[in-house]
Structures are given as structure tokens and as C-alpha cells.
């Protein structure tokens, strides 16, 4: 079986043959903030699949931030790089919820708190608690809290 590194690093390779700059750069960084994360701590070890993919919604996470500084700061060009990248990055994640399966899924946990007695904005703990494992992976953590705090405001 294939390791989720090991299919970087082999379109690692691929990109650089192909002289693809942009996709072998970003796959360069990328790879390197694996390393990065595997010599951290006390001794090395080799990180699992979900462990890869946390660095690589991390790291497109890092894109999507720097392509709005850009954009607000006025550099365009930079910021169209720094979203291409992150594009790139996107495409080794899980596809991400859409707003209307979120809602779903966090409307499911708001009333599961409520049933536990978890009522009104002091809730969002209790909420978050129950819909963080289910959209782990599939939603940012600022989407997530966004969407439930809606939710228990309706």
C-alpha cells in the first residue's frame, strides 16, 4: 500500500520532470513541513496518512491566508501564486463539505445538545464537541464554529 508521502514524493518527481515550477515547488514545501513534523519531538517517526493530510490542509490553510494578505496588500500576482498552490495542495485532500451538508450536521449536534440540556450561546462547547469528529478533515475549524454559532443563534 501506498503511503500518502510516498504519492507526493513520486508527483514530486513526476512535476519535476515534466519542469512543472509551481507544482514542484509547492510539493517541495510541503513535503518539507512533513519532515518537519516527523523530526519534531523527542525522537523521529514516520507520520500516518491523517497525520500527512493535517500538515497538508495546514499548509493550504498557510496558501489561503497568505493569498488574502496579498490580494488586501495589493499583489495581485503574488496572491493568484499563493492560490494556485493552494489549489494544488487541495487536490491530495478530502473533498470538503458544502455549506448545506455542514448546516445538516451541525443542526444534528445543536439538537443532540439540547436534548443533553445544552441550551443558547453557552452551548457552543458542547456543540463543537459533538460535530468536530464527525466533519474532522472536511470542514475548517472557522467554518465549523461559524456554522454553529448561527445555529444556536436561530
Same mark, same amino acid.
Given at each position: @500500500? ?8 513520486d508527483d514530486l518527481t513526476a512535476s519535476i520532470r515534466a519542469r512543472d515550477e509551481l507544482r514542484s515547488a509547492t510539493l517541495r @514545501?510541503? &513535503? ?6 516527523? /523530526?519534531?519531538?523527542?525522537? +523521529? ?6 497525520? /500527512? ?30 492560490? +494556485? ?7 491530495? &485532500? =478530502? ?6 451538508? &455542514?448546516?445538516? &450536521? ?11 440540556? +445544552?441550551? *443558547? =450561546?453557552?452551548?457552543? *462547547?458542547? /456543540? @463543537? ?5 464527525? /466533519?474532522?478533515?472536511?470542514?475548517? %475549524? %472557522? ?12
Amino acid at each position: @500500500m501506498t503511503t500518502l508521502k510516498a504519492t507526493l514524493k513520486d508527483d514530486l518527481t513526476a512535476s519535476i520532470r515534466a519542469r512543472d515550477e509551481l507544482r514542484s515547488a509547492t510539493l517541495r @514545501m510541503t &513535503l518539507t513541513a512533513i519532515t518537519k513534523e516527523e /523530526v519534531a519531538g523527542t525522537q +523521529a517517526r514516520e507520520l500516518s496518512d491523517d497525520e /500527512v493530510l493535517k500538515v497538508i490542509a495546514r499548509e493550504a490553510k498557510k496558501r489561503r491566508e497568505a493569498a488574502e494578505a496579498f490580494a488586501a496588500g495589493g499583489r495581485a500576482e503574488s496572491a493568484e501564486r499563493e492560490l +494556485a498552490e493552494g489549489a494544488i495542495l487541495d487536490a491530495y &485532500l =478530502p473533498k470538503q463539505l458544502s455549506d448545506e451538508e &455542514l448546516t445538516v &450536521l451541525v443542526d444534528a449536534a445543536v439538537a443532540e445538545a439540547r436534548a443533553a440540556g +445544552a441550551e *443558547g =450561546p453557552r452551548a457552543m *462547547g458542547a /456543540v @463543537m464537541k459533538l460535530v468536530n469528529p464527525k /466533519v474532522a478533515g472536511l470542514a475548517e %475549524g %472557522g467554518r465549523v464554529a461559524a456554522a454553529v454559532k448561527r445555529a444556536l443563534q436561530g
